[in-house]
């Protein structure tokens, strides 16, 4: 899966991170809204939707449509 994953953000010009590099990252897929600290306030938290969409349809779709839900 992580070899998928790579291959795909590569097409968009993106890099999968390892654990120690959030601070770095643009965007981080989350299953909810929930933070836990260690995710940077700044980075576009979206849905594993948003990745399969966007690798679907071939280009970067707007993250707003893809934001995790609040309880």
Request: hydrophobic share 35%; charged share 30%; glycine share 2%.
């Amino acid at each position: 899966m992580r070899a998928i994953f790579s291959l795909n953000f590569s097409r968009f010009d993106g890099h999968l991170l390892k654990d120690h590099e959030t601070d770095e990252a643009s965007h981080i897929i989350v299953s909810d809204a929930t933070s836990n600290g260690a995710i940077p306030e700044e980075a576009n938290k979206v849905t594993v939707d948003w990745l399969w969409d966007s690798i679907k349809l071939k280009k970067k779709l707007s993250e707003k449509l893809y934001k995790p839900q609040t309880d």
